[in-house]
């Protein structure tokens, strides 16, 4: 089975210092990870995704994340925090090898304060 | 991009009765569509799995009589809530794969459903 966990259900942050929210996953096989955005009373958004090849990806609005295959996290990065980047974020993986489910991480609200 | 529009955003509904909420890819072709729930503390459960011209695979714990998927099109799928009851009401997201292969998905605005 598939899981991923977001052990932090907010994040504050200043605007101007960095963001991170972080992410871990559990997989049997190879893992495709990626970081979706929700604004209030909106779908997700695409932000960016690892399939393969550098563990550094960058993404939409200036995220990044990076993929840590021995720590099995894929925490997402944002080196200056802007007040609009205040959101629902959720990591998600897919087992490369199970088929189409896409599971989702519980969600980490970020706050950014002027 | 690729649009997935989601409709009707918003739905009030009496207890009992039955609502249905549309999943479109506008721009290209899905055959598969995925349809979740939010549930007020955040998290998203996927309900099913809906491939264009076969049933829905639905999750564990899902039951199928009472959210109907139908997937009649490469372009349309459609989730009704039958006999809604209070706790049917949830922020309902739907999303959809292009049919090339492609890893990201394209999710809906998503309906905000209300069971009175």
């Known amino acids: 089975a598939q899981s991923v966990a977001q052990p932090e259900d907010q994040v504050n942050v200043a605007e101007g210092n960095p963001l991170t929210v972080k992410c871990t996953y559990s997989?049997?096989?190879?893992?495709?990870l990626f970081w979706y955005v929700q604004y209030p009373n909106r779908g997700l958004q695409f932000l960016l995704k690892?399939?393969?090849?550098?563990?550094l990806v960058k993404g939409s609005y200036g995220f990044e994340a990076e993929f840590n295959k021995s720590q099995t996290s894929f925490h997402l990065k944002k080196p200056s925090a802007l007040v609009s980047d205040s959101a629902l974020y959720f990591c998600a993986v897919r087992d490369a090898a199970a088929g189409n489910k896409l599971t989702f991480g519980g969600g980490t609200r970020v706050l950014v304060k002027p | 991009g690729a649009v997935v529009s989601q409709h009707p955003s918003r739905v009030i509904c009496k207890s009992g009765t039955s609502v249905k909420i549309e999943c479109r890819s506008l721009d290209f072709q899905a055959t598969t569509m995925f349809w979740y729930r939010q549930f007020p503390k955040k998290s998203l459960m996927l309900m099913a799995t809906?491939?264009?011209?076969?049933?829905?695979?639905?999750e564990q714990g899902v039951e199928k009589d009472k959210f109907l998927i139908n997937h009649a099109s490469l372009t349309l799928s459609t989730l009704t809530v039958t006999s809604a009851h209070p706790e049917d009401s949830s922020f309902y997201i739907c999303s959809a794969r292009r049919t090339a292969t492609n890893e990201k998905l394209f999710f809906g605005s998503g309906t905000q459903l209300s069971v009175l």
């Open positions: 809906s491939n264009e011209g076969s049933k829905a695979t639905y």
């Open positions: 997989v049997s096989g190879n893992p495709y």
């Open positions: 690892y399939i393969t090849g550098d563990n």
